[in-house]
Every structure is written in C-alpha cells, then in structure tokens.
C-alpha cells in the first residue's frame, strides 16, 4: 500500500517531486538519466511507505515494534555509559526515522533532539508518539537542555544532516556539491567534556521482515578543533550512511537551500 502511495504521489507531480529530482541530479552527476529517475521512483515508495509507519512508530505497543526491530552494536554505547561517558548519536533523515527513533528507544532509551511541528495538534501527536519509548524529548532551541543530558551521561540523538539556515553553518562539500550549509551546532554538542560521538543508522530492511538500526563504534579524533574538517567529516560520514540504501534517504528536504553568496539564485527554481 505504501509503495502504491508514493508511487500515485509521484505521479501527481508535487513541489516535492522537483526538489527530489533537484537534489538527486546534484549529488549523482554521474548517474544517467533514467538511473536517476529509477532511484526517484524507489524513493517516493519509501516516501509512501513512511506515511503508514509514521502511524505504527507513534501508536504500536512496545511489543509489536520489538518484534520488527533489530540493534546492531549496542554494546558500545553501552561501554561508553558504563565509563559514565555522555553519548552523541549521530544520526540521518531516513524515510523509516519515525519507527525507527521508536525501534531504538524500545532497546535503549534516547534523549531525542528534534524540531517541534507548527501545528498543534500534530505537535501533542509527534511529541507522545516519538517519546513512547524514550526518555524525553528536547526542541531545537533547547540547547543548553541536551547539554545537561550529555554531562547526565545520557544517550542523545541528534541529526545534523539539513540546512538550517546560514547562522552557525560552514559550506563544505556534500556528495558533488561543494560548498553545502552544513551546520557546526553539532560541535557544541561533541566538544563536551567527557562525551563520545556514534553514527545511529537507521535501515527498512529490503525483505519486508522490519528494520534494523546500526551503531558504529566511535568516531576516531573527533571533534578537532579545526570546524571545516570536523563538519566535513560529518558530512563523508552521512554520505556513506546515506549510500548503503539511497532510496530510502529523505531527498524530498531542500538540502541545498542556503546559497554560499546571498545573492546566488535558488537551486529549485
């Protein structure tokens, strides 16, 4: 149903098909024509698949998401938080981030970092539905709280992989386009003392049989205290995330809204 979904979506050629379309020509030069579209009608399925499993991460008991979801590389947060350490997960826009941000909190409770929705409504749905089984959740602006979390010695998932604008942003290189916002927020957090920094990926496994969400071990020399190859890294280290399964990244985000001059013209129009 989902795949039908996103596949109707397509067709009826929303603002979002273009910014897709947009995104993917930018970061896959390489990739003709047709591969493209391919990779852009595998992503609106996984687009259509999203909108039911947003519903199954916000309202399906602990045990029911348990039974689809699979952890891979627990123990090193786990090490990390038996030597009291605060934990940085790093993690990406993947399609499947609604059950998934569920999946990882029914096997090991996160302070979750997220941006509260503008409507009401839907805000009271998002914030009980992705803290069911987390600890708690934090707005964007609250800062100074995932600080406090980090020196709590907890795990804290934050997702640096979108344009949030030119204030507090270097432009460095992102797949093949060179000069990307990228924010350095992200080094507030992993230059706290006694935190660790993880990438979390999350996966919709291909086979149908649920998901699973991988740690990697920690990031070797990181942070630095040089910005640009700290943000840079960042980014090389989404971008092979990203590339273990592209279609189910969110190319529907206008990742390469801010400009490098104010005055450049928009890469969407």
Not at 133 to 144: A, H, I, P, Q, T
Request: hydrophobic residues 35%; aromatic residues 10%; glycine residues 8%.
């Amino acid at each position: 149903m989902g795949k039908g979904l996103g596949r109707l979506l397509l067709k009826l050629g929303s603002s979002r098909k273009r910014v897709a379309q947009t995104n993917l020509a930018l970061c896959f030069p390489h990739l003709t024509e047709q591969e493209r579209h391919q990779l852009l009608v595998k992503n609106f399925e996984n687009t259509g698949i999203a909108l039911f499993e947003t519903g199954m991460g916000w309202w399906w008991p602990d045990w029911r998401v348990k039974r689809k979801c699979k952890v891979i590389g627990l123990e090193h947060i786990e090490k990390a938080q038996q030597q009291g350490k605060g934990i940085l997960m790093l993690a990406m826009h993947n399609l499947s981030a609604e059950i998934s941000c569920r999946s990882i909190g029914t096997k090991h409770p996160m302070v979750v970092f997220y941006r509260p929705h503008n409507n009401q409504l839907m805000e009271y749905f998002q914030y009980r539905g992705r803290g069911r089984s987390n600890k708690y959740m934090l707005g964007k602006r609250d800062v100074k709280g995932l600080i406090r979390a980090l020196h709590e010695g907890e795990s804290c998932v934050y997702l640096p992989d979108q344009d949030y604008g030119r204030n507090r942003s270097l432009f460095v290189p992102f797949f093949a386009v060179e000069k990307t916002a990228t924010t350095t927020g992200t080094l507030i957090f992993a230059r706290q003392k006694n935190t660790v920094s993880h990438m979390l990926i999350p996966t919709r496994n291909e086979d149908g049989s649920g998901y699973t969400l991988t740690i990697n071990p920690q990031l070797d020399n990181f942070p630095t205290e040089d910005d640009y190859a700290d943000v840079t890294r960042i980014n090389q280290e989404l971008e092979k995330a990203i590339l273990q399964n592209p279609a189910q990244y969110m190319w529907l985000h206008r990742r390469f809204k801010t400009r490098p001059n104010e005055t450049d013209p928009s890469l969407y129009k």
